[in-house]
């Protein structure tokens, strides 16, 4: 999951700045990629707007990151941080395919060490 969003703060000379932040976070293999609950929390001067969430099946360095564009949720929101986690859930079904994955039962051998046939079935 890629995220983008501005982070407004009031600054040591009590002016409110707005700093553009980006982060990318790699879920485990068991995780789906449609379903997500980002929770942000900080503290309480902090704004956070402009709320873009994407995804990428490739893990983006700094670069990649800071040009990606492929924004799948907008939201329209302003929210005021905390020390309880605002939460943001996220549902992709149907926004994106899950890439079919490489059947590789053939590639195991079986007990006896021996390949497998192209028709055979796991006992």
């Known amino acids: 999951m890629i995220a983008s969003f501005d982070i407004e703060d009031i600054n040591n000379k009590g002016e409110r700045e707005i700093y553009p932040y980006r982060l990318i976070h790699e879920y485990s293999y068991n995780q789906s990629p449609f379903k997500h609950l980002l929770q942000l929390s900080g503290k309480e001067s902090v704004l956070l ?31 005021k941080l905390n020390k309880e986690p605002q939460n943001i859930e996220v549902d992709w079904q149907g926004k994106f395919e899950y890439p079919e994955g490489e059947n590789i039962y053939q590639a195991i051998p079986d007990k006896n060490g021996r390949p497998r046939k192209p028709d055979s079935k796991k006992k």
Not at 58 to 77: A, G, P, R, V, Y
Request: charged letters at 25%; proline letters at 0%; zero cysteines.
């Open 49 to 79: 707007r402009n709320i873009k969430l994407g995804h990428s099946w490739n893990q983006l360095n700094t670069k990649e990151l800071n040009k990606f564009e492929n924004w799948i949720s907008n939201f329209d929101t302003t929210i």
